[in-house]
Structures are given as C-alpha cells and as structure tokens.
C-alpha cells in the first residue's frame, strides 16, 4: 500500500509497524492534499475449497487465531467520525498486483474467519483495465442488511483512487456505490462545463440565477463542484430522475395535476388523473447492471431502519400508491416503467413488506394511466 502511494507522488508522513492491524498510513499527495488510512488489509490467494469453483480467488478475514475469539467474535470496523481517515477493508496479492476492495459499512460489525470470493474474471478485468466494479450476492445477510454488495478492484497505479473512492463511498447502497465506481473517473473534479458563446441566453440566465448569487460561485464552478462531489452526485442524480419523471407525467394526455415532494421518507410525487383523487408516486433508479435474464434492477428499501425494527427498512405496499422505476442506469434515457405496490414480489421475512431486490419485467407498464385506472377502479372512481 505505501509503495503504491509513493508511486502515485505521495509522501509518506507516518505508516504504522506492519505487525499491527489495522494498517494506518498518513500521507500528502503530489498537490499537498493530506490524507490517510486505517486498512483492514488481507493477503488474496487461490485456496482450493471444497464445493467451491475452482475458477474463484478470495481473502479470508482473520486477525490471530480462532480460540482468541471463541467467546467473542464479532468485530467492529473503525470509521472515524472525522472523516479525515478513511477506512478500507481490502484484499491483496503483492505478486498479481491488484487489489480488491468492500465496503467497509456493510461488513461491520464483521466476524473473523470468514472469506470473501471473487472470480478470476475479475481479477482480470482489474488487472487489464486498472479499475473494474461488480456485484456479489451476500450469504446469510441479516434482515435490515443489502443482500448484494458491491466490490472493486484496481491494480496498484489506482490504489490512491481506490482510497479517494471509500471515502467518497463511505454510506452508500450496493447500487449507488456500483455508479459511483464505474464513473470514478468521470467524478473527479477535473472536467470542465463547456462554455457558451459570449451573450449566450442560456449562459446568462445560468448566471443570474440566485444560487450563483447566494454562493458565491459561477454556475461552470457550482457544476464542477457537483462533479467533484460524488456523493453530492449520486444524491443529484435521484433528484434528476424524479425531476425528469415529473416532466413525463405532465405531457401524458389526462394528467391534470402534478407536483413534487419533499417530505422525508414520504412518496416523491402526487398526481391526479381527469382532476380525480390525488395519488402519490415513489420514484427508484434501477441498477447500471441487469440479472443475468437482462432485467433492470432495483435496490428497494430505504436507506436504514428504525432502531429495533429490522423490517422497517422495506417498503409497505400502502406507503405509495404507483412505483415508477427510472431506467436511465441501463438504457441512459430518462425513460420509466409503473407499477402497483400491490402487486410486487412480497419480502420473504418481513410480513406486509415489499421485497427489496425487485426486476422490471413485463408486468411494469409503459403507460402510467393504465396503473391510475386500475387505481380508481378498485376505488369505485370514474372518470
């Protein structure tokens, strides 16, 4: 790890003795940027299991040995309520050269002893690319925990953007930590806005509008900030996504009302059909990857649970009456799909719950009217 930041320009300000873990390296970049790590680093090796496949590598996490933790074996993973250290949990081959990073807020607290796979063709593609994100199904994941989760690998001229990347990372879903790592590089603050003509109406009217004013940035600065930002970004991102959703609705023929919320936790639009009651609309992005079927997916739950109440995470089929799944991840166009609450796969543990990993598939409708008429029909609406 230090010999990879030094490559990158870093200057090694303090690097903890190597029969100590967590590993914890402080370091100034090549532009006097001052960071560090605390590394819950692991060797990744080729151990054959039995009833594993062969074609699998994977990094065991353990610290001594198992009777020092044969009452006690759950594991907290330090974050520093700072954010000045950023914590990695990372597995890595010295000889191959890559390394493969999880999330760190997902696996704590962790138990020892236990291994986290990955495939060759992975390796593979962290090696020849330098950086490559996927996806892996979790075992066994409690009941308020993601059931995928989301890993990177890069090879050793990428680990400090691997370190840029956690930290910017740190509480994000598998899902948005998927997009934020297949566009790390089009993230960093490096890009510029193209600039318009001078006199350009859409140039003066991005700068005279109030945030410029209010903080004190021109617009080209304010969207480099947001593409600096990446979870900035990925927040940005939902908000479009409902914006665009709204424009939508609003040029379906019928559609007499239509506004956005915002109410913490609440649905994210309320629509009328032919001035008829008012409905509510919960708006998801869906994953950058399909299932194996070529089915956009979508993480659905909330972002944490009440304290006590596990299932409190998931949806209930009450809490919306229409879920509209944006499918820009797969098909880079603000295009939706709509569906009854009712009518989604129920959560396997959590009675009266919507499941969380949902698929869009033929069942989601392309209209949204067809949704608001079965809607008011169950309701002895007519309109």
Same mark, same amino acid.
């Given at each position: 790890?230090?010999?990879? !930041?030094?490559?990158?320009?870093?200057?090694?300000?303090?690097?903890?003795?190597?029969?100590?873990?967590?590993?914890?390296?402080?370091?100034?970049?090549?532009?006097?940027?001052?960071?560090?790590?605390?590394?819950?680093?692991?060797?990744?090796?080729?151990?054959?299991?039995?009833?594993?496949?062969?074609?699998?590598?994977?990094?065991?996490?353990?610290?001594?040995?198992?009777?020092?933790?044969?009452?006690?074996?759950?594991?907290?993973?330090?974050?520093?309520?700072?954010?000045?250290?950023?914590?990695?949990?990372?597995?890595?081959?010295?000889?191959?050269?890559?390394?493969?990073?999880?999330?760190?807020?997902?696996?704590?607290?962790?138990?020892?002893?236990?291994?986290?796979?990955?495939?060759?063709?992975?390796?593979?593609?962290?090696?020849?690319?330098?950086?490559?994100?996927?996806?892996?199904?979790?075992?066994?994941?409690?009941?308020?925990?993601?059931?995928?989760?989301?890993? +990177?690998?890069?090879?050793?001229?990428?680990?400090?953007?691997?370190?840029?990347?956690?930290?910017?990372?740190?509480?994000?879903?598998?899902?948005?930590?998927?997009?934020?790592?297949?566009?790390? +590089?089009?993230?960093?603050?490096?890009?510029?806005?193209?600039?318009?003509?001078?006199?350009?109406?859409?140039?003066? %009217?991005?700068?005279?509008?109030?945030?410029?004013?209010?903080?004190?940035?021109?617009?080209?600065?304010?969207?480099?900030?947001?593409?600096?930002?990446?979870?900035?970004?990925?927040?940005?991102?939902?908000?479009?996504?409902?914006?665009?959703?709204?424009?939508? %609705?609003?040029?379906?023929?019928?559609?007499?009302?239509?506004?956005? !919320?915002?109410?913490?936790?609440?649905?994210? %639009?309320?629509?009328?059909?032919?001035?008829?009651?008012? !409905?509510?609309?919960?708006?998801?992005?869906?994953?950058?990857?399909?299932?194996?079927?070529?089915?956009?997916?979508?993480?659905?739950?909330?972002?944490?649970?009440?304290?006590?109440?596990?299932?409190?995470?998931?949806?209930?089929?009450?809490?919306?009456?229409?879920?509209?799944?944006?499918?820009?991840?797969?098909?880079?166009?603000?295009?939706?799909?709509?569906?009854?609450?009712?009518?989604?796969?129920?959560?396997?543990?959590?009675?009266?719950?919507?499941?969380?990993?949902?698929?869009?598939?033929?069942?989601?409708?392309?209209?949204?009217?067809?949704?608001?008429?079965?809607?008011?029909?169950?309701?002895?609406?007519? +309109?």
């Amino acid at each position: 790890m230090t010999g990879a !930041l030094q490559r990158a320009g870093c200057k090694i300000i303090h690097s903890s003795q190597p029969d100590r873990a967590p590993f914890i390296v402080a370091f100034e970049t090549a532009t006097g940027e001052r960071m560090g790590i605390i590394a819950y680093a692991f060797l990744a090796t080729r151990t054959l299991t039995k009833n594993r496949p062969p074609d699998e590598c994977s990094f065991q996490i353990k610290y001594g040995s198992k009777d020092t933790y044969a009452e006690e074996n759950s594991h907290e993973l330090w974050q520093d309520p700072l954010g000045m250290f950023t914590t990695l949990l990372v597995g890595i081959d010295p000889e191959r050269g890559y390394c493969i990073s999880a999330d760190p807020v997902i696996h704590s607290p962790t138990k020892f002893f236990i291994r986290l796979e990955f495939k060759d063709e992975h390796i593979a593609l962290s090696a020849d690319r330098g950086w490559y994100a996927w996806q892996r199904v979790k075992r066994a994941t409690p009941l308020d925990a993601p059931r995928v989760e989301t890993l +990177v690998g890069c090879n050793k001229e990428h680990f400090l953007d691997l370190v840029r990347f956690e930290r910017a990372a740190r509480g994000l879903d598998p899902g948005n930590r998927l997009i934020l790592a297949e566009g790390h +590089v089009y993230s960093l603050p490096t890009s510029k806005v193209p600039r318009g003509t001078d006199g350009s109406p859409s140039l003066h %009217l991005a700068e005279s509008h109030p945030l410029v004013s209010q903080f004190a940035l021109s617009s080209e600065e304010i969207l480099d900030l947001i593409a600096g930002a990446r979870r900035l970004k990925m927040a940005v991102r939902g908000w479009v996504a409902e914006e665009h959703l709204r424009s939508t %609705l609003l040029k379906v023929p019928g559609i007499t009302h239509c506004e956005r !919320l915002d109410e913490e936790g609440g649905p994210d %639009l309320k629509i009328s059909f032919c001035d008829g009651p008012l !409905l509510t609309v919960e708006c998801k992005n869906v994953a950058r990857e399909s299932d194996r079927h070529g089915l956009p997916k979508i993480d659905f739950q909330r972002t944490r649970a009440a304290k006590g109440n596990p299932c409190s995470r998931y949806y209930a089929p009450t809490d919306f009456d229409i879920v509209a799944a944006c499918l820009h991840g797969v098909t880079s166009d603000w295009s939706f799909r709509y569906a009854l609450p009712g009518r989604l796969p129920p959560h396997k543990s959590c009675v009266g719950r919507i499941a969380s990993n949902l698929r869009v598939d033929k069942t989601w409708a392309a209209d949204p009217i067809e949704m608001v008429r079965l809607i008011y029909a169950a309701r002895g609406v007519s +309109v």
